[in-house]
């Protein structure tokens, strides 16, 4: 047995937040979510990578850079999917 696959792995801050205000989306996966909201989920998975860390200082635009990467990628794949409904 691969030693990972007895690892528990939680999931992934975006995925988790994509998934809690995927009923915010717009109907039309076409539209955007506004600013304001996107700004909020990359700021909550920024934290989410900054707890991973232990709030080490010096991270806060690393942690937000990849924070904003993760939830545009979740984002698109979240619009994709409902464009294929």
């Known amino acids: 047995m691969d030693n990972r696959e007895s690892l528990h792995v939680p ?3 975006a995925a ?3 998934s809690a205000v ?3 989306m717009p109907d039309d ?3 955007a979510l506004s600013g304001a909201m996107r700004d ?3 700021a909550e998975a920024a934290y989410y990578l900054a707890e991973r860390r232990g709030f ?3 991270y806060e635009l ?3 850079l ?3 990467c993760e939830i545009d990628r979740a984002l698109e794949s979240a619009r994709i999917a409902a464009a294929a409904t």
């Open 16 to 18: 988790v937040i994509v």
């Open 11 to 13: 999931p992934r801050p």
């Open 40 to 42: 909020q989920m990359i």
């Open 62 to 64: 690393a942690d937000w």
């Open 66 to 68: 990849a924070a904003e």
């Open 29 to 31: 996966p076409t539209l």
């Open 22 to 24: 995927s009923e915010a």
């Open 56 to 58: 080490a200082p010096g």
